[in-house]
């Protein structure tokens, strides 16, 4: 596809500050008169009691004004940290009491333990080295199926077996006869391993409290202000009106910045407890210790086929490990997520979804990047694979033969999958098509001869996704024309670097008549935005573009009742285009900006006009949109050392109608760097008998590097718009990610298996695949 012409992708607005320094971020925040700055003590242990906490010597340190601990917080009355995740009663989702500090016992190393409050953060670094805690050890368990064996050690009363939910959705007796009767049934097991998103800006918080007026302030670095503000509110156990949260720019969120922190809590409670602004910045440990992991999710599979290769049943029995505690969206991933993309993009008549979380002496799990979808996607486009090579077909000819759509008797859209899920369309057969011809798939044996020659190892491998895109549903957004002549956009989404600035001035733009630079993005801000569900789950422009679209429409309806009372005509007469409306034949026209100075004098408007040009819309819908698309990617294996290395990627999506394509294309360029990730490098590692952390900064923790990606070919057809929206648009954020695993593992197997291997977990280090060839040569 031609590259797209460069109106339609606009350099990104918010670079030139992000470049030139100007951007502010939390740790740029102008630090308030007589603000405290915290330091937490956090827990060595991965499973402790507590014996005592000895603050004195602390309390008495230089600048220090207070030492606060588990028991300041009982007796003020907090409550504990929520989880907004809503699963099913027969689920039986238990929730034990996390509270912003350890009472009684702490459960994960890094676990906040005590707050110190000093003058500078040097002095309650200090003066947090002189709080000594007496621990009585506990065992630990740090793996979720061996959480939920007999005799593991129990983390929480509330959850015999350390079960925290056993989730099932889709007809178990159907799938079951079906598999019994099956000519041919697949299975294997998979897992997704425990990672962390990383952002290059960590966690922090400047809380103030209004003693007058009785209202709480948090500057923060988050990406869902309104539900933090929510779970705030019960925490505290007053109306969310009381808290003002406000977000600067933030440097990445991937989902680990959604949910309520307890330093969050602590940094409120304190501001308020002590009369003083309270700031807390997080330390790149403290983010791998004491934030949130993801995925963290063993997979058993059962495909079911016939004689002819086509899907009768799909079972996927996830266990999943939660960490200590359940955080705010901990459970959604492996049970309503995954759920929702079930299938894939094949036509499996029915399924069935099993999910058990595990609590283990680990940092809590949170949704990150696809949340649920990588998951799902990685255990059915393995089993698809593995069946392949087990009938010995053509993998492309196997997933073409099932896919939605495209092979006979499988149906076509709208598709109704086995688990309830409704795919209004999609471009899979085509993209599959299309990614098997731009990656050369014929041409590869000669290359793979090449490297042989070179004493190399060549794969090649092909992938599916589909992603159920919408996070939470309904949005909300505003437009006000301000007295300078510039146009405010209220939006409840949030940009964390995708560049709404951008592509919401861009909607604007073309429905308004103005130029981009006329528009102004207001987000991330409680009092400002009077409603938000925030970014996650790909759903800023498919909700957030929608309720912008309302908006505008309702601004547009109210200027064409002022146009038509300035110009002496009927409204339904007046024609708009440009930013004017006409009356069509008389030469009579008016600018909008015309009509937003006339708005702000009461006395020339007609009757039951406001004064001022503004509205808002609440644009409720839970319709969900299905990106999708096939990926390739082409590895080299060196036998010798089992070094990996990728040498190109290719995408062939399918995201609807595109805002901006230079935006797409970066969105999908981040997503696959971490799917990459994923497959090749990245894993959180814990000391399976002390639960230590091992992987507890970036010098421990492998993030791929520019030199380990190549460049990517993304190719992207706008061909088949999605109805869920005005704009037509399916959202592309998490998709690379949720490709680029089983894309990558797909082409570093078929890399081994001339040498016999055929199972190989993620990541694929040059160690994993050292052994796993080792042991295929039988040594």
Known sequence: MAQPPPQRSPRRREDARFLAGRARFLADAEVPPGCLHAHLVRSPHAHARI???????????????????????????????????????????????????????????????????????????????????????????????????????PLHEEAP??????????????????????????????????????????????????????????????????????QLAAVFGLPEERFHLVAPDVGGGFGLKNPLFPEYVLALWAARRLGRPVRWLAEPSEEFAAAVHARDAHAAVRLALDAEGRFLALEVAFT??????????????????????FGGVYAIPTGVLRARGAFT??????????????????????????????????????????MIGAAAGAGGFPHRTALGTTVDGGRFAANLEAAERRADRAGFAARRADSARRGRLRGLGLACFLETARGA??????????????????????SNGQGHETSFAQVAADRLGLPVEAFRLVQADTDAVRYGNGHGGARSLHLGGAALVEAIGAVLAKARVLAAHLLQADPAELAFAAGRFVVPGSGREVALRALARAAADPAGLPDGLAPGLAAEAMHRSDRVTFPNGCHAAEVEVDPETGVVTLLRYLAVDDYG????????????????????????????????????????????????????LPPFEVVLDEGAPTAANPLGVKGCGQAGAIAAPPTVMAAVLDALAPLGVTRLDMPATPERVWRAIRAARGG
């Open 51 to 153: 014996r005592d906490i000895a603050a004195g010597a602390a309390r008495a340190a230089p600048g220090v004004a207070a030492v606060l601990t588990g028991a300041d917080l009982a007796a003020d009355g907090l409550a504990p940290l929520p989880c907004a995740v809503a699963l099913p009663e027969a689920a039986r989702l238990v929730v034990p009491p996390r509270h912003a500090l350890a009472r009684d016992r702490v459960r994960h190393v890094g676990e906040p333990v005590a707050v110190v409050l000093a003058d500078s953060p040097a002095a309650a670094r200090d003066a947090a080295e002189r709080v000594a805690v007496a621990y009585e050890p506990l065992p630990a368990v740090v793996d979720a199926r061996a959480a939920l064996a007999p005799g593991a050690p």
């Open 657 to 708: 109608r595109l805002v901006n394509p230079l935006l797409v294309r970066g969105q999908v360029q981040g997503g696959l760097a971490q799917g990459i990730g994923q497959a090749l490098c990245e894993a959180i590692a814990y000391e399976a008998e002390s639960g230590q952390l091992l992987t507890g900064s970036p010098l421990d923790y492998a993030l791929p590097r520019a030199a380990d």
């Open 161 to 230: 077996g350390n079960l925290a939910f056993a989730f099932e959705k889709g007809d178990r007796a159907a799938t079951e006869a079906a598999i019994a009767a099956a000519a041919h049934v697949v299975a294997l097991e998979v897992a997704n391993q425990r990672v962390h998103a990383a952002p290059l800006e960590p966690r922090g918080a400047l809380a103030c409290f209004d003693a007058a007026s009785g209202r709480f302030r948090l500057l923060l670095s988050g990406q869902g202000l309104h539900a933090i503000r929510a």
């Open 361 to 402: 002496n680990t940092a809590p799990i949170e949704a990150y990047r696809g949340a649920g979808k990588p998951e799902i996607n990685y255990a059915i486009e393995r089993a698809v694979e593995e069946a392949a090579r087990r009938l010995g077909m053509d993998p492309l000819a196997l997933r073409r033969r099932n």
């Open 320 to 341: 999943a490990g939660m960490g200590a505690y359940l955080s705010a969206g901990g459970p959604g991933s492996t049970t309503n997520a995954a759920a929702a993309a």
């Open 473 to 494: 549903p309904n949005e909300w957004a505003a437009v006000r024309f301000a007295p300078d002549g510039g146009v405010e956009l209220a939006v409840g989404t949030q």
